[in-house]
């Protein structure tokens, strides 16, 4: 029989009430080890698995710790629809319970809670907190050669193609202000995967938000199968190029504009 967790405080200092969502699907090895490991991490944070109806019974291992902790919830969904859907329940969450802030966590042990306390830090002068894999003092543990040149060479791409001062746009060990998803139009967001964490840093560097990266620990997940598949690459890098020419378009109807304005008002 499990301990029951007594609450702590349940607020970040500088940033208010926090929710980790932390997305599944058959993730039974893993999920009690990553919530366990958050809360002791963190103890200030409340965690909601959102749980895409996995087969293996992950979400009943998350309704036994959520009656042993107080800080622990579940969202039960139902079927697999995608990391991207999956965090935007979770945003709908915690915004509808007045959480002030959202952290986005893999399940499988691949984004060390550890970590979290720094990028918490961060939020107090932050709309955006992104744990990248790709600044100084980052380690990433046990990525062959193939994922490590991929990683990088689409993370080159998204910042050159989209303009954005980010060196890990496609990271997914995040922290959100609620004020800043209050200002984005989520509803218009259907990516998922590295798409969908490009998408939301595009449409946040858009609405001049301040983001700021911490440099983490990032190994891959040691059991399990991962949910990375080609479709996933592909999907990105036609996402991004898409963006890059509508950005390009607009940037250019605005010009023109700016100029067809000028000469209206001359003499």
Not at 41 to 56: G, Y
Not at 154 to 163: H, K, P, T, V
Not at 213 to 231: D, H, Q, Y
Request: contains cysteine; glycine residues 8%; hydrophobic residues 45%.
């Amino acid at each position: 029989m499990q301990e029951t967790i007594r609450p702590a405080m349940t607020e970040v200092p500088g940033v208010g009430r926090v929710l980790v969502v932390i997305p599944t699907f058959n993730e039974a090895d893993n999920v009690s080890a990553i919530v366990g490991r958050v809360r002791r991490a963190a103890p200030q944070v409340e965690v909601l698995v959102a749980d895409d109806n996995s087969p293996d019974g992950t979400g009943a291992i998350v309704e036994d710790l959520a009656r042993a902790d107080a800080q622990v919830h579940v969202l039960h969904r139902e079927g697999k629809q995608g990391l991207g859907a999956a965090y935007l329940a979770g945003f709908a969450w915690a915004r509808q319970r007045g959480f002030d802030a959202v952290v986005e966590m893999d399940a499988d042990g691949s984004h060390d809670p550890r970590d979290l306390p720094a990028l918490l830090a961060a939020a107090v002068d932050a709309d955006v907190v992104i744990g990248s894999r790709w600044t100084r003092g980052a380690r990433v543990v046990n990525w062959p050669l193939r994922r490590l040149l991929l990683s990088r060479g689409g993370n080159l791409y998204a910042r050159l193609a989209l303009g954005m001062p980010v060196a890990d746009a496609t990271g997914g060990y995040r922290v959100y202000r609620s004020s800043l998803l209050d200002l984005l139009d989520l509803e218009s967001v259907s990516s998922q995967g590295y798409s969908f964490q490009v998408e939301l840093c595009r449409l946040a560097h858009r609405a001049g938000a301040r983001i700021a990266e911490v440099p983490i620990t990032f190994a891959e997940r040691e059991r399990g199968a991962s949910k990375m598949s080609p479709l996933i690459v592909v999907e990105a890098l036609w996402r991004i190029t898409g963006w890059a020419v509508d950005d390009r378009r607009t940037a250019v109807r605005r010009g023109w504009r700016a100029a067809t304005a000028g000469q209206a008002r001359w003499p």
